[in-house]
């Protein structure tokens, strides 16, 4: 059973590049991609994901809000936060939108992606 992903960001670059690197991991697979907080409520609601890769800066709906309401019609769903900061407010980020992660753009590699994953759900929330 693969870990099905959906990814929000704005940029599609950025949205590229995480299909890629997604791809390149063995039992994860993208369920969809959206570039809006709005529009990853809307989907997130239909593909069901199991991990939502979320950017923090969104136009619309940020990040942060979006992932908050997501996790409250899913609990389940395993929210990662990304973002080109590298951080400094990462804590208060996962607080205010109950993420299991946050990783820098620049640090979003299958590793890092599969720890968080895996940290979320092999070793609770």
């Given at each position: 059973m693969s870990v099905?992903?959906?990814?929000?960001?704005?940029?599609?670059p950025?949205?590229?590049?995480a299909r890629t690197l997604i791809a390149a991991?063995?039992?994860?697979?993208?369920?969809?991609?959206?570039?809006?907080g709005e529009e990853?409520?809307?989907?997130?609601?239909?593909?069901?994901?199991?991990?939502?890769?979320?950017?923090?800066?969104?136009?619309g709906i940020g990040g942060v809000e979006a992932g908050r309401?997501?996790?409250?019609d899913s609990p389940a769903t395993v929210l990662v936060l990304v973002s080109t900061r590298d951080g400094d407010d990462a804590r208060s980020l996962i607080a205010d939108s109950g993420a299991a992660a946050y990783i820098a753009k620049a640090r979003l590699n299958p590793a890092s992606l599969r720890a968080a994953w895996q940290a979320a759900t092999e070793g609770g929330e």
């Open positions: 099905r992903v959906l990814i929000v960001d704005d940029l599609e950025f949205r590229g590049a991991m063995p039992g994860f697979e993208v369920a969809g991609e959206v570039a809006s990853s409520l809307e989907v997130a609601r239909e593909v069901n994901p199991d991990l939502v890769l979320m950017d923090v800066n969104l136009p309401r997501i996790k409250a």
